[in-house]
């Protein structure tokens, strides 16, 4: 991401379609007392749009700080957050980095922070072969029954523990009861056999994108053999027809095999 500043109006995005990236520019500039200028807002980008990836917050999260940088203002993270939320209506929390939190994605604000790191885990990353991209702009909102929003506060408390007491399988309960409800909203053709494949691998759990397609499969990092266990897990997936299946660290010392 780079930006250009310069005395024309307005910002001129390449590719010419990243309007929200735009739109953050242009708020940002505002907010750092430059308003009325423009620039020249450059994205090159490799993450697929349409799954869940968070492709629009990071290229609105990367063109604020862009701007900023080029201003020489260092903004606060929820500074960051609230100007993207103004710019795409709805943001992930991706300006607070690694930070294990409650964010509110349509207020930009943090509910709570839950006081430590995410617990280890390796996450194997995947999707259905036959999922189309989604449109999050015309996506229906869920709308959560009161049995639902009671869950949801007992995962909340829940999820704290598990950062207090770095418990990686408690979290990992805590992300398959929630991709459970999110089932109801915006289901995974395959959620079913994903659940089988999990078990039968002795995963923490199972976690969705609640806008998206992608899928993850979450294996405790300090458990033994980690690492092959994730191959073994990412080779029986493949053979079920899932594709784009990724493994990344989250808080992991352990070396990631592809």
Not at 160 to 176: H, K, N, Y
Not at 240 to 250: E, I
Request: positive net charge.
């Amino acid at each position: 991401m780079t930006f250009w500043p310069d005395e024309q109006d307005g910002i001129r995005p390449r590719p010419a379609n990243r309007i929200k990236a735009a739109r953050a520019a242009a708020l940002t500039l505002e907010h750092v007392g430059v308003a009325g200028r423009g620039g020249e807002l450059t994205i090159e980008s490799s993450i697929p749009i349409g799954h869940g990836y968070g492709s629009s917050t990071a290229d609105v999260i990367a063109s604020i700080r862009a701007v900023a940088a080029s201003a020489r203002v260092t903004l606060r993270q929820s500074t960051v957050a609230r100007l993207a939320v103004a710019a795409e209506g709805a943001s992930d929390a991706i300006a607070y980095c690694d930070q294990a939190l409650l964010f509110a994605h349509r207020e930009g604000r943090t509910i709570e922070h839950f006081g430590g790191e995410f617990p280890p885990f390796l996450v194997v990353g995947f999707r259905d072969g036959s999922a189309r991209p989604i449109d999050t702009l015309g996506m229906r909102r869920a709308r959560y029954d009161s049995e639902e929003i009671g869950v949801f506060r007992v995962l909340r408390g829940l999820a704290c523990r598990s950062i207090r007491q770095q418990d990686p399988r408690l979290l990992g309960r805590v992300a398959t009861i929630s991709a459970r409800i999110s089932q109801r909203y915006l289901p995974k053709a395959a959620f079913n056999t994903v659940l089988d494949i999990a078990r039968g691998h002795d995963a923490c759990g199972v976690q969705v994108a609640h806008s998206g397609t992608l899928i993850g499969i979450l294996l405790d990092a300090a458990a033994p053999r980690p690492a092959m266990r994730a191959v073994e897990l990412a080779r029986q997936l493949r053979g079920a027809g899932f594709t784009d299946v990724h493994t990344f660290g989250l808080n992991a010392e352990t070396r990631v095999i592809q």
